[in-house]
């Protein structure tokens, strides 16, 4: 990839933004540039990936083709407003932070600067992240394109049109949590009915991601594969009947609607 990509905000997204995109070959590291408050950040960040770090956030914006917004959101508007007059035209914006709009960043920003904002979420730390892109107003396809690519090296990413990002919020947002919790409970399970706790977890997180991957891989329809190894009398279907009569789809259903009125309720308060 040509370009130099400058994060604002070397945290914990960040970072694995970073790590992901190194590990692909997708930039070297002398095309990366950090800026953060703390040296000691800066100092691992550096050291890690060989990265240019900085504590002035006005020399990323100088320095970089595609600036990528990665504080938290609370503070967002007064660091972008921050670099009134630093940021150039034809500098690509890309905004990781929670529920700040197009609007709101266009309006922070000099009049014409290309933005995306982006939902990602935790597991583009391994690398298996899920990522919906928005394009901004004055964004173009080749930004798209870029965007995706630098997300698609921590996971899958896809563009949509804004209107959707809460519920993205709902479902691929908060959804890392649900499925720790389906993680926790089969380990549980697991001891239950008389496993060691050690080995029912390595079974329940084994047992979710070769599920996952049956799907991603196979192309097959969820319910296609839940009735390849379901039986007629068998045990999983004795299994699926206790899930269905506690209301396991209605249940999950309701949280990623409640995740995303959470989500439009939040934005309203900012
Ligand atoms: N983590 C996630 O799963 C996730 C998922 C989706 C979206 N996001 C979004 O990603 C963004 C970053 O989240 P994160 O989890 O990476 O947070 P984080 O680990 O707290 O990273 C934010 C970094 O920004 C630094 N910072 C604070 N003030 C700054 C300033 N004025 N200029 C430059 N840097 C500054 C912070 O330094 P100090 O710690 O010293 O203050 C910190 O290192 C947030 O907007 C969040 O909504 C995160």
Redo the contacts with the bound molecule.
């Keep these: 990839m040509q370009g130099t990509i400058g994060f604002?905000?070397?945290?914990?997204?960040?970072e694995a933004m970073i790590s992901g995109m190194l590990g692909t070959g997708l930039v070297s590291s002398g095309q990366i540039m950090a800026?953060?408050?703390?040296p000691g950040?800066l100092q691992l960040l550096h050291d890690r990936y060989g990265i240019v770090t900085t504590a002035a956030?006005d020399q990323v914006v100088t320095e970089s083709s595609t600036v990528v917004l990665?504080?938290?959101?609370q503070?967002l508007r007064e660091?972008v407003e921050a670099l009134c007059g630093t940021w150039r035209q034809e500098q690509l914006v890309i905004s990781?932070?929670?529920g700040i709009t197009l609007t709101d960043l266009e309006a922070w920003l000099p009049p014409g600067t290309p933005v995306i904002r982006t939902?990602?979420?935790?597991p583009c730390l391994v690398g298996e992240g899920a990522t919906v892109l928005s394009m901004g107003s004055a964004a173009v396809e080749h930004h798209r394109v870029l965007a995706e690519t630098i997300f698609g090296a921590v996971g899958i990413a896809l563009t949509m049109p804004e209107q959707y990002l809460d519920a993205v919020t709902g479902l691929s947002?908060s959804g890392p949590a649900y499925i720790y919790l389906v993680i926790e409970a089969l380990a549980d399970a697991g001891v239950r009915v008389g496993l060691p706790r050690d080995v029912g977890l390595m079974l329940a997180v084994q047992t979710v991601v070769g599920a996952a991957k049956m799907v991603k891989n196979t192309g097959g329809h969820p319910a296609q594969l839940k009735d390849m190894v379901t039986s007629p009398g068998g045990t999983t279907i004795a299994g699926l009947h206790v899930l269905e009569r506690g209301g396991l789809r209605g249940l999950l259903m309701d949280a990623v609607m409640t995740a995303r009125d959470r989500a439009v309720e939040l934005r309203g308060k900012t």
């Design positions: 604002i905000g070397a945290g914990a997204m960040a800026s953060d408050p703390s950040r956030n990665a504080v938290k959101p503070i660091v990781i932070a929670a939902v990602p979420n935790t947002g």
